[in-house]
């Protein structure tokens, strides 16, 4: 297998395999499939012996003529050949049926292990894999991984006919057979040649087709920002670029594909005519009768088709076995949050303790470099400093998004990785700084984390935010349509609503990532209103910009670089006139109602 395979290279992929341990591990996804498997060989093997079986029938029949053919003998020829017919298409159809049957089964399951993967990911995954490129993982690599099978199996059934043809070739006629096989090895050499052509053209042509398509996803994605500087002209005149060059390689490539069959039927020409003109002297000199001579000419047909076929079988075969090692590589992906235990946290009071903690993002200076924070149970602290300053690496933690390197995190005296991971995010609320809605209603989002919710308590739920007021702006209420990623609402809408998930959910501790910062005044006051009574006895870490937000807190913690500079209340680290002065002068101060800018 590994001479057979050997020299195949993948499009765009660096491969680490070998393709004889990538089709080892594929064709253990088929071991349950064992009897259906074996009734796909059976058809692959009576198919060719039944396709090799007609030539030989006609031959029969073309020396019949020659001599005292029958009627009665003549009929019993047509016989066998309509049954060999018959014979041959069924074969084919259990072939393609079970064949049909078994991948189908086959890519099901493997795009639920690829997704059920996917899933159980942490956040560091996410962050260095672009999302369609996670989605070709689990759609078009799988339908990929499939064609692998179909193609072998399709090879397989051309191999068994060339054998067994070349076999009989060899029977009947040596000097026929020496000739169609020496042809043969031409075939082979210039489809080859072919397959090194095509693949560069071919990868050429993926490159570039994916820079139009990256270009064309941003031009959509940043359509606004297009239109208000009017650059639409822009846009275009790079997508124009980009395009030409992909027509250019588009025609090359389609010359190049369009060239090699021409180029092998002329050969397949060249060696009929050999064959046809060695097979007549031997006719004539009575080496060879009519029938074999017309028997090697049909088999030729059947020798050859498969050979010029071998070019395309290896690209489409190697980008099959490229694909399934993306699979294969997803699907050996551990998460790096890795829980140490399976505990189901009882009712969290929320105390809060980082001690000792060291994190980073992969390969980037670490950001916490022995990390040591209390929050008590209840209380409500935030979160201020500079971008970068770890604000928001912080809160990830405390959710378990991303793995911290040494020390720990304590929620009520207990080590958050003793708990079963999904028990303990059930007690944690986060309302990000851009909420995230699925397209669905507005019941359906805020239902997301309790689906046996009745609408009678999400009702509640809405209606405790800002007196339900913001609900009047919709008038399906509950049922209005959120679109896409929430298109429908507003951004102050999508926060309410996921701040509403937030409140169904009832967790013990809530995090808000900058919840406020880019909502307007009026939303604003809607859920400081509701967060004033709906985080009573709870504990809140926040992330704030807004003064309205800082003011309402127990703690204030400034960070610095992973490091805690300053923590205290509003007043009295104003009062220090340290670091957290230094970013109320900056960030907050004009938010005041009665700021008044220094004079120019």
């Not at 080892?24 to 198919?47: D, W």
């Not at 179909?150 to 060339?162: C, I, K, M, P």
């Not at 669905?440 to 007196?467: C, F, H, K, W």
């Not at 701040?499 to 307007?520: N, Q």
């Amino acid at each position: 297998m590994g001479d057979l395979l050997s020299g195949l290279r993948d499009l765009g992929h660096t491969r680490r395999r070998s393709d004889g341990e990538l089709l080892r591990r594929i064709l253990v996804h088929f071991k349950p499939h064992r009897r259906a498997v074996l009734a796909v060989a059976g058809a692959i093997v009576l198919g060719a012996m039944v396709e090799t079986a007609l030539p030989l029938l006609l031959a029969r029949g073309v020396d019949w003529l020659q001599t005292a053919a029958t009627p009665s003998k003549l009929l019993g020829l047509v016989g066998f050949i309509l049954l060999a017919t018959v014979t041959s298409w069924a074969c084919h159809y259990v072939r393609q049926r079970e064949t049909a049957r078994i991948v189908g089964n086959v890519v099901l399951r493997l795009q639920q292990q690829a997704f059920a993967a996917v899933l159980r990911q942490d956040m560091s995954f996410f962050d260095t894999r672009k999302s369609g490129q996670i989605a070709s993982y689990v759609t078009a690599d799988t339908q990929a991984f499939a064609s692998v099978i179909t193609l072998g199996v399709n090879f397989l059934g051309q191999l068994v006919l060339v054998a067994l043809v070349a076999a009989v070739l060899v029977h009947v006629h040596p000097a026929l057979a020496l000739a169609a096989l020496g042809m043969s090895v031409l075939l082979i050499i210039a489809a080859l040649g072919f397959r090194k052509l095509g693949r560069a053209t071919t990868r050429q042509a993926r490159s570039i087709l994916a820079t139009v398509n990256a270009l064309v996803q941003e031009s959509i994605r940043a359509i606004l920002i297009a239109k208000n500087f009017r650059r639409e002209e822009r846009v275009y005149e790079r997508f124009q670029q980009s395009n030409a060059q992909l027509y250019t390689v588009s025609l090359r490539q389609g010359f190049v594909f369009a060239s090699i069959m021409p180029i092998l039927n002329v050969l397949t020409g060249m060696g009929l005519g050999l064959v046809i003109y060695v097979g007549s002297r031997a006719v004539l000199s009575g080496d060879a009768t009519a029938g074999q001579w017309f028997l090697a000419t049909q088999l030729l047909g059947v020798l050859w088709l498969p050979l010029t076929e071998v070019a395309s079988f290896w690209s489409q075969f190697q980008l099959g076995l490229a694909a399934a090692e993306r699979v294969f590589d997803l699907l050996e992906q551990q998460p790096r949050v890795v829980q140490r235990g399976d505990r189901l946290p009882p009712r969290f009071t929320g105390r809060i303790e980082f001690k000792n903690v060291r994190f980073g993002y992969g390969s980037q200076a670490d950001v916490f470099q022995g990390l040591d924070l209390v929050v008590s149970a209840g209380e409500k602290v935030g979160l201020v400093g500079h971008t970068g300053s770890g604000k928001t690496s912080l809160t990830r933690l405390l959710a378990r998004f991303y793995e911290f390197s040494e020390g720990e995190v304590l929620v009520d005296g207990h080590d958050v990785r003793e708990f079963e991971l999904g028990a303990y995010r059930r007690q944690l609320g986060i309302v990000p700084q851009h909420p995230m809605l699925l397209n669905g209603t507005i019941l359906d989002n805020i239902r997301y984390v309790r689906p046996e919710a009745t609408e009678q308590e999400v009702a509640a739920i809405t209606a405790s935010i800002g007196a339900g007021q913001w609900m009047a702006a919709f008038p399906d209420g509950l049922a209005t349509a959120v679109g896409e990623n929430g298109r429908n609402l507003s951004l102050g809408q999508r926060q309410l609503v996921a701040l509403a998930r937030v409140l169904l959910l009832d967790p013990a501790i809530v995090i808000l990532d900058e919840a406020t910062a880019s909502v307007d005044p009026l939303t604003e006051v809607q859920i400081h209103e509701s967060l004033r009574s709906v985080l009573a006895g709870r504990t809140a870490v926040v992330i704030a910009h807004r003064l309205s937000t800082v003011r309402g807190l127990d703690r204030i913690v400034a960070l610095r670089q992973g490091h805690i500079i300053e923590q205290g209340t509003h007043d009295g680290l104003l009062a220090q006139g340290g670091y957290y002065a230094e970013l109320y002068e900056k960030f907050y101060r004009h938010q005041e109602v009665h700021y008044e800018p220094p004079a120019a």
